[in-house]
């Protein structure tokens, strides 16, 4: 863990805020301390919104969970969708899912992982390494990428069009749907609705195979700053199938050291808290998961795009598989660990998740109609986790003999990177800005690095009751009448 | 002197039969007009009042005036769909009506009706109401926070199974629905999933469990067409 996350004489530094941080899901803010030479002594990156889910659903109905708890995001609610279903399967007392129910499952995420990709890429991410990280900020956005790039653009909306559009013929609308059911999912997919997303799957590869080739490119034109930006050395986590390979959907998780040596794998993720411990710190709504065996200053990790295609042994897909060899040729046998190599990974992944939705189209059981799996036993308890597009997803019930939700906990994707994204700033803080005269251009450097992560503020901050607060009435002349805390720790 | 005679509603002639009512009339000939607490198998009940209309330049309930000959109605004018609004949203603000989350959605006569009638934001102050919920049956859940006190539920139970489950309590802004049992939980009376009264409701306060979002999108009874145009289609079909 970086020394930067706390000043010692925080009272006596000056302090720069980027708040918001922009071209992210949700609200967060960085702020930095600096001493009378520039020289930096602390970095945060603070999240200032809370959801609270996990607590207001307590009492629901469990077959609810699936559709109310996706709520939580409006960028990849599939993912929660998804976690929570697969949860309340177990909790409703279904067995293994159908064929078909499976892979309609599959398909609905797959639609995600390429749309949710496809948005962060080209409209959050492709201003700063098309148009440079301290071009004009008035342009340095999906218009400014639209006006000097506009076939690059294009490709951007459509294909997170495309991916937009599988979830409709799997969820019944593009955000928010209703498809899968404790038990399997509640629609068939048509042959016609088939033949729509076919007609376009061919097109959509060719462009995410592109879009990886592009970041290649970019990262050939300066190997040195693509390679050395934001990077540090840090546990990575996935979930692999039996074979090893990414699977978005199902498997076991598994950690690797910086070095590529295995800490855990094939973990069975119902058991997560033997591996896991979450900790929570004053001055983020946002808790900061860690490898238990390790403890919390060494056991923190990162998960995503970059995290999961190299703890995998490899990618099911022909063309996805290339590209994987080609990114981490780049590591002379370790992984790679540039913050900005997240965007490589991120395309690839996308191109991946194209050519797997191409694949369950031709496979037939995908027109099957046995959507629900046989109704065994309920279960008091149950754990559903996937991998979402910003990385692996937790989520954790227990449901009491009425049907009620007794207890929910949630480790979003975005929460598993905390203290990576910390130390990512902190480490682009000491790169570019330690002792130089802060300016925009270099303080978007910091925003790039938090961008890499694409991470959803909104998403990670739910630790209803238990969140640092403080509240302060002012009067109208903005003079302090009182203060109210709650489980605060230092002020920053 | 014939059977059917005649009343205007909107300026256009509608037939009925001596005995029914305005709203009953009308739905008979294919000319909706909203309502809530109305349900063709009970008595009319005039609390919900969104069948407000005017009948000769007075208001009255359509579901409880009786049609006449020569009554003129007006029911579809800007004052009397302003005022219907209205209480949509205060019916909204009064429960806890969460679509998004809401197995019902789809499928809840308020939800469509606040559609049909254009109801762009809830408008007033929300009470947030925090009710707990009834789980305890082993079939049947109730969430009395979406509860619009229509009372399908007590007229049913009431008269159709012959149980009296369920009754109002309180008054006034008070007033809320309750179970006729000595816990007060539904799991103490002799409710069964087979009731009519667990299948009546129009909005999500009861609700069979184990169902939840099985129906998907575009199958559901309004995704396709606004509850008025519903209801004029089923008249066509049965006349």
Redesign the interface.
Known sequence: MSRLETAENPQKLKRIAIDPVTRVEGHGKVTLLLDDADRIHQVRLHIVEFRGFEIFIEGRPYWEVPVTVQRLCGICPVSHHLAAVKAMDLIAGYGPLPATAEKLRRLMHYGQIVQSHAVHFFHLASPDLLLGFDSEPTRRNIVGVAQDFPEIAKQGVLLRKFGQEVIRHTAGKRIHGTGAIPGGMNKALTPAEREEIRRDVDQMIEWSLGAVHMVASLHRTKPEFYNRFGEFDSSMMGMVGDDGALDFYHGGLRAQAADGSTIFDHVDYSTYEEVLQEEAKSWSYMKFPHIRALGAEKGWYKVGPLARVQVASRLSTPLADIERKKMMALGNGKPVMGTLFYHWARLIEALHACELIRDLLDDPDILGTDLMADKGDRRGEAVGVIEAPRGTLFHHYRVDENDQVTFCNLIVSTTNNNQAMNEAIRSVALQYLDGRKVSEGLLNHIEVAIRAYDPCLSCATHALGQMPLEVDLVDASGDLIHRARRNMGAPT | MSDYETFLLDGRPVRFERGQTILEAALAAGHYIPNLCHHPEFKPHGSCKLCTIKVNGRYGSACTVKAMPGQEVSSDTPELNGNRRVLLQMLFVEGSHFC????KSGNCALQALAYDLEMLTPHYAHFYPSR??D??HPDV?IDFNRCIMCELCVRASREVDGKNVFALAGRGVASHVVVNSPSGKLADTDFALTDKAAHICPVGAILP??????????SRTYDVDAISTLAERRATEEA
């Open positions: 998004p989350g809401c197995e707990p919920l789980a305890s859940l469990k184990r169902v939840g979002f099985a129906v998907p999108i575009g």
